[in-house]
Every structure is written in structure tokens, then in C-alpha cells.
T-cell receptor, first 116, second 115 residues
Framework: EAGVAQSPRYKIIEKRQSVAFWCNPI?????LYWYQQILGQGPKLLIQ????????DSQLPKDRFSAERLKGVDSTLKIQPAKLEDSAVYLC??????????????FGPGTRLTVL | GNSVTQMEGPVTLSEEAFLTINCTYT??????LFWYVQYPGEGLQLLLK?????DKGSNKGFEATYRKETTSFHLEKGSVQVSDSAVYFC??????????????FGQGTRLTINP
């Protein structure tokens, strides 16, 4: 079974530029998550989708970050404009469903973003 | 609020040593508890989990027991190998709305095993 795919793996941009990350979850997984992992810290949830609807985006800086999952499969996370403090690894995860606390989230390899 | 605190790293051990990585949590209700591992250059992988008090999760020689009375979920392994070198994250799941769950992670503990 293929895992969660993410691209690109690495991205270097200058501040105030735009960037987009792509995620393809495990086939059949209804729930998709985007996390931000700053160096030396644990991942922090940015946004959670259930199919193509947003379940939780309370930690997403909506003035510069946006995300979509139009057909309930792939998802894109965008930053516009980027700031230095956005340098982090952006992780995508998926799970079969989010109705139970035992539901396992499967993570992709992440995209390492460096903002100069 | 809900939070997870792990022992600070880095932790460096010799091969075949005994490993303990401490994890304590603060949560309302009864969360499920997880250990995730991140090997160099790879994504996070679920190592083990426990969903209720006194449950013991185990995998690949690692164990952790859900202790409600001490709000702890310490990770242990009797004899570590070089291949166990990685960053380990303790996490809990708390419900955010009905049908949705949110993983809350600790800051991670980097483990290095020397031959």
C-alpha cells in the first residue's frame, strides 16, 4: 500500500515570496491533516479536513496561509507571503476516519521550507 | 489545556543499554496516548499506542504503559540497537468536535545509540 506522498521535499524561497505544497493521502482515507514542525519542536496541527470540508483550522494563520482539498483527495497548502518564521517542515498526514481516538494518523515525509 | 511534556534530549546510549524516555501529559478526560518515531530523512511513524488506563502498548521491543494516576506514558526498551537512533515523540489525542480528533505532540527526544 502506498503511503502519504508529498512534494516538493525541499524548498528555499525569499521572504515575501509565495510557495505551495502538495499532498496525496493514502487511498480511501477520509481525513487529511497539515502540520507545521519547527526545528526542535513537535508537530503542530494547522488544518484538518474531513473529505473536502474543514474540521479544524483554528491554528492556521489565515492572513497568509490557505489550504484546500477540492475533490476530497489531494490537498494543497499555500503560504503567501512567506515570513522568516515560516521556515519549518510541513507534514501531511491522513487517517481512515476521525471518529475514534484510536484512529491512526499516517505521515508523509514532509516538505522542508527555508525562508531567507 | 491539553499538553505533553517529554524529557529533554539529546539522549546518547551505548548499544544494548536500557532505555527510558519520560513522558507526562495534561488532559481533560481520558485521551489516547501515542509514541511516534522519526528516523533520519523519513516521516513520522506510529511506534505504539494505548487507549485506556493501564493499557500497555508494545512494538519492536519498545513498551509504554498508560498510567492515569501519574499521568505518564514512559517509553522503555530493554536493549537498544544502533538502528533505534531517531527522534521520539510522545503524543495524545483529544477530541476537538464530535467526529474529529487532534494529535498534540511533545517536543521530541533525540536518541543516539553508539556501537
Amino acid at each position: 500500500e502506498a503511503g502519504v506522498a508529498q512534494s516538493p521535499r525541499y524548498k528555499i524561497i525569499e521572504k515575501r515570496q509565495s510557495v505551495a505544497f502538495w499532498c496525496n493521502p493514502i487511498s480511501g482515507h477520509a481525513t487529511l491533516y497539515w502540520y507545521q514542525q519547527i526545528l526542535g519542536q513537535g508537530p503542530k496541527l494547522l488544518i484538518q479536513f474531513q473529505n473536502n470540508g474543514v474540521v479544524d483550522d483554528s491554528q492556521l494563520p489565515k492572513d497568509r496561509f490557505s489550504a484546500e482539498r477540492l475533490k476530497g483527495v489531494d490537498s494543497t497548502l499555500k503560504i503567501q507571503p512567506a515570513k522568516l518564521e515560516d521556515s519549518a517542515v510541513y507534514l501531511c498526514a491522513s487517517s481512515l476516519e476521525a471518529g475514534h481516538s484510536t484512529d491512526t494518523q499516517y505521515f508523509g515525509p514532509g516538505t522542508r521550507l527555508t525562508v531567507l | 489545556g491539553n499538553s505533553v511534556t517529554q524529557m529533554e534530549g539529546p539522549v546518547t546510549l551505548s548499544e544494548e543499554a536500557f532505555l527510558t524516555i519520560n513522558c507526562t501529559y495534561t488532559a481533560t478526560g481520558y485521551p489516547s496516548l501515542f509514541w511516534y518515531v522519526q528516523y533520519p530523512g523519513e516521516g513520522l511513524q506510529l511506534l505504539l499506542k494505548a487507549t485506556k488506563a493501564d493499557d500497555k502498548g508494545s512494538n519492536k521491543g519498545f513498551e509504554a504503559t498508560y498510567r492515569k494516576e501519574t499521568t505518564s506514558f514512559h517509553l522503555e526498551k530493554g536493549s537498544v540497537q544502533v538502528s533505534d537512533s531517531a527522534v521520539y515523540f510522545c503524543a495524545l489525542i483529544r477530541p476537538i468536535i464530535q467526529g474529529a480528533q487532534k494529535l498534540v505532540f511533545g517536543q521530541g527526544t533525540r536518541l543516539t545509540i553508539n556501537p
